[in-house]
């Protein structure tokens, strides 16, 4: 079994895929990984990270760094839970960069959409994290939202007028919430 994964490794990670990385690339990190950089958790069981433009050498880093480490690995990403959003990488927030690959945070809306179409407890409790620090607007949620609400089509576990319902409800409770403050 392996450790939870906590911000010093998070961070030895990245220099460490840095320095075995051959070749340029782009790791984007979701999940719990986003959510334990920005202080909103103390940890993860899992590192969720999309290669775009994969690092040559990217997997046999990974497979090293895995065991070093004593981490679980996932290439996971919104995008293959839900429709990816157009623009996403042009809104994913710039992390560091160690050697010549670069790390970013995946587009929060991508993130919260995805996370409220999951509905787990640590789900929302991250999602209210990105509203309260101003990663996510209501109004640009819904706009995401309504840009890919056809293509759910193709994902056939979701069920489109229940995932809309759940991010109307997020954004009413978040905009009732931020008129409270």
Same mark, same amino acid.
């Given at each position: ?26 790791? %984007? ?68 960069? %160690? ?6 945070? %995946? ?27 101003? %990663? ?46």
């Amino acid at each position: 079994m392996r450790s939870k994964t906590t911000v010093d490794k998070i961070q030895i990670f990245m220099k460490l895929m840095g320095r075995k990385a051959r070749g340029p690339g782009r790791i %984007y990190f979701t999940g719990g990984t986003s959510a334990i950089l920005h202080g909103w958790r103390d940890a993860t069981m899992d590192v969720d990270l999309k290669l775009d433009p994969e690092p040559k050498g990217a997997f046999e880093a990974l497979a090293q760094i895995k065991k070093d480490l004593n981490i679980n690995i996932e290439l996971a990403s919104p995008g293959d839970f839900i429709p990816e959003l157009p623009g996403w990488q042009d809104r994913s927030h710039f992390i560091d960069s %160690y050697g010549l690959v670069q790390f970013f945070h %995946y587009d929060f809306y991508s993130q919260a959409l995805s996370k409220i179409e999951r509905g787990h407890s640590q789900d929302t409790h991250d999602v209210k994290a990105m509203f309260d620090e101003g %990663y996510v607007k209501p109004e640009e949620l819904m706009r995401l939202f309504l840009l890919i609400e056809a293509k759910l089509i193709r994902f056939p576990s979701i069920d489109p007028e229940s995932f809309r319902a759940r991010v109307e409800e997020v954004i009413e409770d978040m905009s009732n919430e931020s008129e409270e403050s």
